[in-house]
């Protein structure tokens, strides 16, 4: 079966997420939300991962087994979800996230946001190095709205950007802009990054650290 780059509909978006949080997959698989952000990551990435690889960190499994019709179209959906995300990209479209770009919880005292940016950031501490083998500032300035939301980092200065709301909101807001502008930054080196305003805060220059979570 031929995989199209078609973006998902409601349905199928609606399908995926159920699945990912039945009991046919691991505790540790990573919900619609987190998914998301690593594929966009994974899109992003400056060195490409065997497929094999990467749906094991997604489903927490090793190996993923293709075992029955519902999880090989399971599986068809995320690699669906990933082609159209990686077209997205390298068209110069903008990414939808699938949640609002905020840190206020929602009225499960859930942000999905935060989970989103787990996801995303999962995948970078699979590669860390290589992420930051080059111009590892201009990365690190890319990454500060990302680290933010993810809550992953004790540093402190993030902490303190956390104490102003309105500041962590506009750099959420940059999130699919920052996008755009790390994929480029890893295919054509020699530009700087069209956004770069989380870097104007005076906090970036820093590399991601952090214990890896779904």
């Known amino acids: ?30 919900d619609y939300i987190a998914l998301h952000g690593y594929l966009c990551a994974l899109a992003i990435s400056p060195a490409p991962i065997p ?9 927490a499994e090793t190996p993923v087994l293709e075992n029955g019709p519902e999880r090989q179209e399971i599986l068809n959906l995320i690699r669906q979800e990933f082609a159209f995300l990686r077209e997205c990209l390298e068209s110069d479209q903008d990414i ?8 206020e919880l929602d009225q499960e005292d859930d942000c999905l946001l935060e989970y989103w940016a787990q996801g995303f950031m999962e995948l970078i501490f699979s590669q860390e190095d290589i992420w930051f083998s080059e111009q590892e500032e201009d ?10 939301a993810a809550k ?4 402190e200065e993030l902490e303190e950007l956390r104490l102003q709301p309105e500041f962590c ?22 530009d700087k990054p069209k956004g770069g305003s989380a870097g104007k805060s005076g906090k970036s220059g820093k590399k991601a650290s952090g214990p890896r979570q779904h």
């Open 169 to 190: 909101q506009q750099l959420c807001e940059q999130i699919p802009e920052l996008l755009q502008d790390l994929y480029l930054l890893f295919r054509v080196p020699a």
């Open 139 to 148: 990365v690190a300035e890319c990454l500060l709205p990302f680290m933010l």
């Open 152 to 155: 992953l980092d004790e540093d």
């Open 51 to 59: 497929e094999h690889e990467w749906l094991e960190q997604v489903m």
């Open 1 to 30: 079966m031929s995989i199209t780059s078609d973006p998902l509909t409601d349905s199928q978006i609606d399908q995926l997420d159920a699945y990912l949080l039945s009991d046919n997959v691991q505790e540790e698989a990573l």
């Open 96 to 103: 939808d996230l699938p949640c609002d770009l905020t840190l």
